[in-house]
């Protein structure tokens, strides 16, 4: 059936939806991604995605190509993160690419197809089309969101002690931040909540340590105006600032 909106002055281009899935995984940030089998780009490692079908909405066709890697119920987080239209992003013919941003908490282990894995956002493999550059808007997207809302949920396992929460951030921003500074500010938001419970002692003995869990388990705008700052160049500061 020959669409009224395709037309040789106007033609219809394939519409693809794409996923960029990130977890904290021994303490870095991962991508997953697949590895083609068939060209073009075949051996390099992609996005996990494919076509929109006429009868589906980009939310629903992302969810579908997601299904065939990951239990999708494992994304504690998705959101739409940008549209590509480069015509020559694809060498087979002009492709226009939707891209999500998919967030898994650290406590899991999504088991995976053969043809997939996690690899660390700092040390990416040879990607095919322009998915490392997608990649690194998502980054951005991410690292900007953890200033100004409480997208950590998504990241961070159900209960967890500040420690480990900082070691989840520091994983996702890329640069240090200090446990003291991170509590301060996401308690005084009201992003984090004490569960009442602490650690077990180890053997070494010392205090157990609180347990914590984010106050809301869907994403809320905590400051609009925050700032999640790198460590400075100064002397005898260290760690990251939040403001």
Do not use: C
């Amino acid at each position: 059936m020959t669409s009224v909106w395709s037309s040789p002055d106007r033609p219809a281009y394939p519409h693809h939806a794409l996923a960029v899935v990130l977890q904290v995984r021994s303490a870095r940030l991962h991508v997953m991604l697949w590895r083609r089998a068939a060209e073009p780009f075949a051996g390099a490692w992609a996005l996990p995605g494919g076509p929109l079908l006429a009868d589906e909405t980009l939310g629903a066709s992302v969810a579908r190509q997601l299904a065939s890697k990951v239990e999708v119920r494992q994304l504690a987080h998705l959101e739409q993160l940008e549209t590509r239209s480069d015509p020559s992003r694809d060498p087979r013919g002009r492709t226009v690419a939707t891209a999500y941003l998919g967030l898994i908490p650290s406590d899991l282990d999504p088991v995976l197809p053969e043809d997939t894995t996690w690899h660390p956002v700092d040390a990416l493999p040879v990607t095919a089309f322009d998915h490392g550059s997608v990649v690194g808007s998502a980054l951005a997207r991410l690292r900007a969101k953890l200033s100004y809302t409480n997208v950590g949920f998504a990241l961070a396992p159900p209960t967890f002690t500040i420690a480990e929460l900082r070691e989840v951030y520091v994983a996702a921003l890329g640069y240090e931040v200090t446990a003291t500074n991170l509590q301060r500010v996401l308690l005084r938001r009201g992003v984090l909540a004490a569960t009442g419970e602490h650690t077990a002692s180890g053997r070494a003995g010392g205090r157990p340590a609180m347990l914590y869990r984010f106050a809301s388990p869907t994403l809320e705008v905590t400051d609009p105006f925050a700032v999640l700052r790198p460590p400075t160049e100064r002397p005898g500061r260290a760690g990251g600032s939040v403001s």
